[in-house]
């Protein structure tokens, strides 16, 4: 391990726009790969969430760099979310190869906004970069990042607008502003007229990409001139994927995976924990999955980067490329694909009582040869309150029997199970349903029962729907987990999911243009016959 010493360097952009960095090196006369890490939050942070300190990954013979990008911390110019991060990464590519003490080779690492600027420095295929570790990003902005399946993610996308918006008023010294900003962080303005579009976010953040992402609520040409799907198809670098079970991004993670190792002949290794977006530890929620769950990804990541950019040989890169936790058993497992190819179906069956009675609503794996009908009405006065899962803060597995018990949720639940059910990938749910407005969300969640009457849920997915097409197919967030013998299965099924998803008013309106005032109460009729069957489509070994 070497000593490491700290200094602050600048550089200037092709327009002409100071770049700030701390630049931690060995205390050396050796020449170092440079690892390189753009970042929105003030350098000082250096993604110190999740990874450990730079000074670590400097002790290991590298020259590790925390950039600013353009208009955070000290750096000149003005921000503006993703759309400079191209140019200026591949300027600052080519500054930080020539520095003194540099070997030239460039690798880059970081977990959202800067798992972002890795994906779009890496399109303009700088020479000097040879290997990148994007963690949960979004490979389609609109589909993997603002939107689920139409339903614009609003705690999420909202929380993080703030922040940034907080700190772009901090920068200025708009004290007022960034009051304003910060302690609706710590409680969501989220009842406004317009619930998904807050007056606070007109009136004090102005310049924030809130306003873009409310007021596209379809994916148009102002998504796909930022996505990296659009930049990426002639990629072609060893990538290390990182992700996790309960973060809003993971579907990102895996499309970016699934589209790079088709299309590269350098390795892409894939790891996939039990951790929401922060943190990446043992617990989330109410779960302990116990040390093994812990991060290891720095001591990863320097393997990857000493067998990239030093040659070292790390046998493990090649013969484990793929490690996922698997849930239930709190273990690691390393097998060849994400996925599992094989499918197992359970269907929904009910006396019309699913909402109402516990053991009314079966999950049962043989298709039902009568006619079901459960109908649940969505009261926007008291919407069926978010908990946990991918897309809520805060996320994870968390008990709800008692959330279960509402009667705007229907309830499918397994008899017990003889034997262990693992399921590998992403669930699918196919619905027959309708309702009594032009538009209505369908959110389904995905938990396992233990025998005690505890209820954990493990995947989720939400759809907003705005058309007749028949049955509605709804994939839930990818995941990995094993059911044990003498638990049971449950999908839990309501009209809201709130605040995670912006509430459906019923009038067929996108969210920036939804007034609370307006709001209806919905009737969702959801049924199963033997030519339409609704159920549940499960990836298992």
């Known amino acids: ?76 110019g003005n921000f503006d979310l993703f759309a400079n ?33 890795q994906l779009y420095a890496a399109s303009a295929q700088p020479k000097a970069l040879k290997t990148v570790c994007p963690s ?21 996308n909202l929380g993080w607008s703030i922040q940034l918006a907080a700190e772009t008023a901090r920068l200025k010294g708009d004290s007022h502003a960034f009051h304003e900003l910060y302690e609706a962080s710590r409680n969501l303005p989220l009842y406004d007229p317009i619930p998904a579009y807050p007056n606070l976010m007109k009136e004090v953040a102005s310049n924030s990409f809130y306003h873009d992402w409310i007021n596209h609520g379809y994916p148009d040409d102002y998504w796909s001139n930022l996505s990296p799907k ?22 990102g993670n895996i499309n970016l995976y699934n589209a790079i190792k088709t299309q590269s002949n350098y390795p892409q290794n894939l790891i996939i924990g039990p951790w929401g977006h922060i943190p990446w530890g043992s617990k989330l929620g109410d779960q302990n999955y116990t040390k093994l769950a812990g991060s290891f990804i720095d ?22 490329p793929i490690s996922l936790f698997e849930m239930g058993t709190n273990q690691w497992k390393y097998p060849q694909t994400w996925e599992n190819k094989e499918e197992k179906n359970y269907y929904i069956f009910s006396q ?30 008291r919407p069926v309150p978010s908990l946990g899962g991918h897309a809520s803060i805060p996320s994870g597995s968390f008990e709800r029997s008692q959330l279960d018990n509402r009667f705007d949720i229907l309830t499918y639940t397994s008899k017990t199970l003889t034997e262990d059910l693992s399921i590998k990938g992403t669930p699918f749910i196919e619905l027959y349903c309708t309702a009594d407005t032009i538009s209505f969300d369908i959110s389904v969640i995905f938990s396992e029962v233990k025998p005690d009457g505890n209820v954990y849920n493990f995947t989720q997915g939400y759809c907003r729907i705005n058309s007749d097409k028949l049955p509605i197919k709804i994939p839930l967030q990818p995941t990995f987990i094993k059911i044990n013998q003498g638990n049971c299965l449950r999908i839990s099924i309501s009209g809201a999911c709130f605040p995670a998803y912006a509430l459906n008013t019923g009038t067929g309106k996108l969210p920036n243009q939804e007034q609370l005032i307006d709001a209806q ?16 489509i499960l990836p298992v070994n």
């Not at 009582?353 to 109908?375: R, S």
Request: hydrophobic share 35%; charged share 20%.
């Open 1 to 76: 391990m070497y000593q490491v010493k700290k200094e602050t360097l600048s550089f200037t952009t092709r327009d002409g726009i100071r770049l700030d960095a701390d630049v931690y090196r060995p205390h050396s006369t050796e020449s170092f790969p440079v690892l390189l890490m753009r970042q929105p939050y003030g350098r000082k942070i250096a993604s110190t969430v999740v990874y450990t300190h730079p000074i670590w990954y400097a002790s290991n013979g590298y020259i590790v760099i925390i950039q600013d990008v353009r208009g955070r911390g000290t750096s000149q």
């Open 85 to 117: 991060e191209i140019e200026d990464g591949l300027d600052t590519i080519n500054w930080v190869s020539q520095l003194a003490g540099s070997t030239g080779m460039v690798g880059m690492y970081g977990f959202s906004y800067q798992g972002m600027t």
């Open 136 to 156: 949960m990003v979004a490979y389609d902005l609109y589909h993997d990042w603002g939107y689920e399946n139409g339903a614009f993610c609003l705690q999420t």
């Open 230 to 251: 659009t930049f990426i198809d002639k990629l072609n670098l060893p990538m290390l994927h990182i992700g996790g079970w309960f973060d809003p991004y993971l579907r």
């Open 299 to 320: 001591q990863y990541q320097i393997n990857w980067f000493d067998h990239f950019l030093k040659g070292k040989e790390i046998d493990h890169l090649y013969s484990q």
């Open 352 to 381: 019309g009582l699913a909402n109402i009675i516990e053991d009314d609503g079966q999950l049962i794996d043989t298709i039902p040869d009568t006619k079901i009908n459960d109908i649940i009405v969505h009261d926007p006065w």
């Open 521 to 536: 109460i919905i009737s969702i009729k959801v049924w199963s016959q033997p030519d339409q069957i609704s159920k549940i």
